[in-house]
């Protein structure tokens, strides 16, 4: 599987953007798909994702800003970004969760997109 994300960039307090990435490859594996982010001196963390069925978790700091949507005929998802904070200024990454059933059982992977940054200016 393999994931490239758009649509980072600058934004002032309160702006909004709308990040997309595209999946490509085994997309059929997918599970779960979401977004990551890693803010300047931080650990990595999740910011939202969206299960196969169609559940959806958000990072306490995000939510009711942020909305993760799938569009599966086109193995997208987006991240639509609302009321951005300065804290918000991160590296945004996503990912996939992905299942296969090999001879030997199955197999659970994690693939990563490229980073596409996003500063929020106060």
């Known amino acids: 599987v393999q994931l490239q994300a758009f649509g980072g960039g600058l934004v002032q307090t309160g702006g909004s953007l709308r990040l997309s990435c595209a999946a490509s490859?085994?997309?059929?594996?997918?599970?779960?798909i979401g977004w990551f982010r890693q803010r300047p001196g931080k650990e990595r963390e999740l910011v939202a994702n969206?299960?196969?069925?169609?559940?959806?978790n958000y990072a306490n700091s995000v939510k009711g800003r942020f909305t993760i949507s799938r569009d599966n005929a086109k193995n997208t998802v987006y991240l639509q970004m609302n009321s951005l904070k300065p804290e918000d200024t991160a590296v945004y990454y996503c990912?996939?969760?992905?299942?296969?059933?090999?001879?030997?059982?199955?197999?659970?992977?994690?693939?990563w997109g490229q980073g596409t940054l996003v500063t929020v200016s106060s």
């Open positions: 969206s299960g196969r069925g169609g559940d959806k």
């Open positions: 490859g085994l997309t059929s594996s997918i599970n779960g």
């Open positions: 990912s996939a969760d992905t299942l296969t059933f090999e001879d030997s059982g199955p197999v659970a992977a994690r693939y």
